[in-house]
T-cell receptor, first 117, second 113 residues
Framework: AQTVTQSQPEMSVQEAETVTLSCTYDTSESDYYLFWYKQPPSRQMILVIRQEAYKQQNATENRFSVNFQKAAKSFSLKISDSQLGDAAMYFCAYRSGYGGATNKLIFGTGTLLAVQP | NAGVTQTPKFQVLKTGQSMTLQCAQDMNHEYMSWYRQDPGMGLRLIHYSVGAGITDQGEVPNGYNVSRSTTEDFPLRLLSAAPSQTSVYFC????????????FGSGTRLTVV
């Protein structure tokens, strides 16, 4: 079975600085997707960035980028120029690429990011 | 386009009571699922459905039932509420086997006293 591990329960960053959130996963599959979700105090789950396993190029969305190391099964999220609005719980998630019953989204336990003004 | 609609947003139940959490999506997604979120444990899958008439258990199914009579609706039933079911519940939907992320509802905070 696939697992997702986030080893940093809490992180803190100064406004305008850069922070990296760690995520590792375990799978025997070759086709899969990885995601980072943001959950602000409003509780809403917001998709931040996604990565297809077969793509070697790291995904980037504005100030958010990932470092995808497939062999090491690592998928870290880098937030550049941190803003107060980035303060939230961040979840790393895995999804099989084979569809059907394997389509489940498997989450890590989350990292709570605080942004200091 | 409403996305995924969850009701209610908040609920307090007494131990032993039953209730249904409603979930509806208007995106014609084939895949729908229910998660519960507890502090320090992330989101854990309760039940999921890969299409109308097809449901299966996730990681923590005990005490919950689901059905999927239409593509749009995927209600979650608590049969006899217990304090251990105090949690935040999320419904989510997606297309299957794609890089598209799930669309989540806004969540239901359930307290069982």
């Amino acid at each position: 079975a696939q697992t997702v591990t986030q080893s940093q329960p809490e992180m803190s960053v100064q406004e305008a600085e850069t922070v990296t959130l760690s995520c590792t996963y375990d799978t025997s599959e070759s086709d899969y997707y990885l995601f980072w979700y943001k959950q602000p105090p409003s509780r809403q789950m917001i998709l931040v960035i996604r990565q297809e396993a077969y793509k070697q190029q790291n995904a980037t969305e504005n100030r958010f980028s990932v470092n995808f190391q497939k062999a090491a099964k690592s998928f870290s999220l880098k937030i550049s120029d941190s803003q107060l609005g980035d303060a939230a719980m961040y979840f790393c998630a895995y999804r099989s690429g084979y569809g059907g019953a394997t389509n489940k989204l498997i989450f890590g336990t989350g990292t709570l990011l605080a942004v200091q003004p | 386009n409403a996305g995924v609609t969850q009701t209610p947003k908040f609920q307090v139940l007494k131990t032993g009571q039953s209730m249904t959490l409603q979930c509806a999506q208007d995106m014609n997604h084939e895949y729908m699922s229910w998660y519960r979120q507890d502090p320090g444990m992330g989101l854990r899958l309760i039940h999921y459905s890969v299409g109308a008439g097809i449901t299966d258990q996730g990681e923590v199914p005990n005490g919950y039932n689901v059905s999927r009579s239409t593509t749009e609706d995927f209600p979650l039933r608590l049969l006899s509420a217990a304090p251990s079911q105090t949690s935040v519940y999320f419904c989510a939907s997606s297309w299957g086997g794609t890089v598209d992320g799930y669309t989540f509802g806004s969540g239901t905070r359930l307290t069982v006293v």
